[in-house]
């Protein structure tokens, strides 16, 4: 049982690169989410994810960009990263909307120098 | 836009001393999960509190969810050295995102 998957686990980027984090889950979840995890901000959610091709905007959308042409997979591309999106990256899903369990991935950790 | 706030930020105890977290949510929550995050790990589903007044209890946790739905809390009994880590709260403002709380980061001394 995979479940949910991360790659890669750790990355280190130069600014104004472009840098895609990859998330992969073997359950068919509908609903996928991208958070960021930052010391005193907690999970902050950057988008997330109903079913393929459906996507909406979280609390900190700006920077980032996310696809969902399949169902099991959810990558996170940072078309030009900054610094300040120096960062702790999870990737969850859940199965059903508003009142379910969000099984998180391991997690990416992204420096950007 | 909502938020939803845990207080305190940190706590640190002495092993077999009760711990309490808070959260409070700007706006009333459908439902309020709780989450464990081991440090260095990835945060870990504990459990869900969907009626008002809900009292549910796992082993030495105890968690409650408000009577207007706005708060909750989760309690520990007897802390021991595996209940280190961040507790999070998290509910959905009506749809199906969540939103996390700032955490409560706990340390037991041993």
């Known amino acids: 049982d995979a479940g949910i998957t991360q790659s890669p686990r750790y990355k280190i980027t130069e600014t104004g690169r472009q840098v895609t984090l990859m998330c992969h889950q073997t359950?068919?979840?509908?609903?996928m989410f991208w958070y960021r995890q930052d010391l005193g901000h907690g999970l902050r959610l950057i988008y997330y994810?109903?079913?393929?091709?459906?996507?909406d905007k979280g609390e900190v959308p700006d920077g980032y960009v996310v696809s969902r042409s399949k169902t099991e997979n959810f990558p996170l591309t940072l078309e030009s990263a900054t610094r300040s999106q120096t960062s702790v990256y999870f990737c969850?899903?859940?199965?059903?909307?508003?009142?379910?369990?969000?099984?998180f991935g391991p997690g990416t950790r992204l420096t950007v120098l | 836009g909502q938020q939803v706030m845990q207080i305190p930020q940190y706590q640190h105890v002495q092993e077999g001393e009760d711990f309490t977290t808070y959260c409070n949510s700007s706006?009333?929550?459908?439902?309020i999960q709780w989450y464990k995050q081991r440090p260095g790990g990835h945060p870990v589903f504990l459990i869900q509190?969907?009626?008002?007044?809900e009292v549910k209890k796992q082993k030495r946790l105890t968690f409650q969810f408000g009577e207007a739905k706005k708060n909750s809390s989760l309690h520990i009994t007897a802390t021991q050295t595996t209940d280190v880590g961040t507790y999070f709260c998290?509910?959905?403002?009506?749809?199906?995102?969540?939103?996390f709380g700032t955490g409560t980061r706990l340390k037991v001394l041993a």
């Open positions: 509190l969907v009626k008002s007044g």
């Open positions: 994810s109903a079913a393929a091709d459906i996507t």
């Open positions: 969850a899903s859940t199965r059903l909307a508003g009142g379910d369990t969000q099984y």
């Open positions: 706006t009333t929550l459908s439902n």
């Open positions: 998290a509910g959905p403002p009506g749809t199906y995102k969540y939103i």
């Open positions: 359950w068919s979840h509908s609903y």
